[in-house]
Every structure is written in structure tokens, then in C-alpha cells.
T-cell receptor, first 114, second 115 residues
């Protein structure tokens, strides 16, 4: 099982602040996805990164895939209360197993205080 | 459009009782299907995945089993529940068969409490 560690585990910040969430692994992934999950619901995809070093922006969210495709980061600028939720990274295991599976990180619980 | 449903949404069961969670997908054919379990506020643990009818792969040894009797139906079962089986169970599907990266679509989740 591929292990994806996220840090920090919990993050509580004031509205308007910036933050970065990290997703690290010793395994190489063919691609990596970021999801956000609301309480009592399933996760919803935010972005997919495929190329080492790739940077994608989604409004105030910036996602980066590490050059070696072992890690990723999510940066939020000027956080808003609507950003509150559980952020999950997920690595595609195709390189290791040949199967089209996603292994999820340990999660980062973000709370943005108005 | 594609939809995914799982039920029941909430379940409270005594230790040693059986379990059956059902998941169905509509609007697509031959999807890859997954069962994940999530501890409170944490990441998702992949339990089972299936690339076709009757084809089940298990990621972790456990007290649970899965079956795929039809193309768009995925069932999670247990003969005797343990306290450690409590959690939030999520069914998901993905376009298959393919090695390309695709979005994972999740059901609404089933919260299981074993007492």
C-alpha cells in the first residue's frame, strides 16, 4: 500500500490568511489528485496533476506536483470560510501495480474563521 | 448523466451481526468500482476494487468481502461485524478499463456504527 502523508493534519486560520498543505510519499505516482470533502459527503475532485513540476491554478488555489512526482502541495491565497473542509491528496498507483487505483493521503482538516 | 447511489446511509449493528452495503452506478458501463473506508476526519483506505463483473481485488486483509454481481452493482459484506469495522464507507466509480487518470466519483457514504 502506497503511503501518502499530509501535513499539517489540522489547520485553523483567520479569513484572508494564506496557507499551504503538503502531500509527501516515497513512491512515484503517474498522477496525483486533490479532493475536498464536506462532512457527511464523499470527496469532490479539485484538480489532477500529471507532469513532474506541473503547476495548476484554480482561482485562489495553486497546486504543484513535485519534479520527481513523489509529492505535491496545495496553496490557498486569502482563505475564505467557504474553503473550510477536509483536503485529501490521492496518488494513482498505475506505475506500481498496473491497476487503475487511487491511494489517499491522511487528510488535512482546514478551518477558516470569519 | 452518471449517478452513484449507496445505501443504507446510516447503520447501527451489534457485534457479530452480518452486514450488507449496496452501491449502484447509472449512466455508464463497465466502470471501475471501489469501496473505501474512512476513519473520522481522516484519509480514505482502499478496501476493494473491481474492474468487471465477478472480478474483485482486496487491498487489505479484513473481516469484509465484496461482490460485483452485475456490471454497475457493488456490494460490501461481512458475516460477523467487529467493533473495528465502524466507520464511514464510501463507494466510488471511475471510467474503465483504462490506465489514464480519471476523476473518482463518490457515493453519499454509509456510516456504520458497530456496538
Amino acid at each position: 500500500t502506497q503511503l501518502l502523508e499530509q501535513s499539517p493534519q489540522f489547520l485553523s486560520i483567520q479569513e484572508g490568511e494564506n496557507l499551504t498543505v503538503y502531500c509527501n510519499s516515497s513512491s512515484v505516482f503517474s498522477s496525483l489528485q486533490w479532493y475536498r470533502q464536506e462532512p457527511g459527503e464523499g470527496p469532490v475532485l479539485l484538480v489532477t496533476v500529471v507532469t513532474g513540476g506541473e503547476v495548476k491554478k484554480l482561482k485562489r488555489l495553486t497546486f504543484q506536483f513535485g519534479d520527481a512526482r513523489k509529492d505535491s502541495s496545495l496553496h490557498i491565497t486569502a482563505a475564505q470560510p467557504g474553503d473550510t473542509g477536509l483536503y485529501l491528496c490521492a496518488g494513482d498507483s498505475a506505475l506500481q501495480t498496473g491497476a487503475n487505483n487511487l491511494f489517499f493521503g491522511t487528510g488535512t482538516r482546514l478551518t477558516v474563521i470569519p | 448523466s452518471q449517478t452513484i447511489h449507496q445505501w443504507p446511509a446510516t447503520l447501527v449493528q451489534p457485534v457479530g451481526s452480518p452486514l450488507s452495503l449496496e452501491c449502484t452506478v447509472e449512466g455508464t458501463s463497465n466502470p471501475n468500482l471501489y469501496w473505501y473506508r474512512q476513519a473520522a476526519g481522516r484519509g480514505l483506505q482502499l478496501l476493494f476494487y473491481s474492474v468487471g463483473i465477478g472480478q474483485i481485488s482486496s487491498e487489505v486483509p479484513q473481516n469484509l468481502s465484496a461482490s460485483r454481481p452485475q456490471d454497475r452493482q457493488f456490494i460490501l459484506s461481512s458475516k460477523k461485524l467487529l467493533l473495528s469495522d465502524s466507520g464511514f464507507y464510501l463507494c466510488a466509480w471511475r471510467v474503465g478499463p483504462t490506465r489514464d487518470t480519471g476523476e473518482l466519483f463518490f457515493g453519499e457514504g454509509s456510516r456504520l456504527t458497530v456496538l
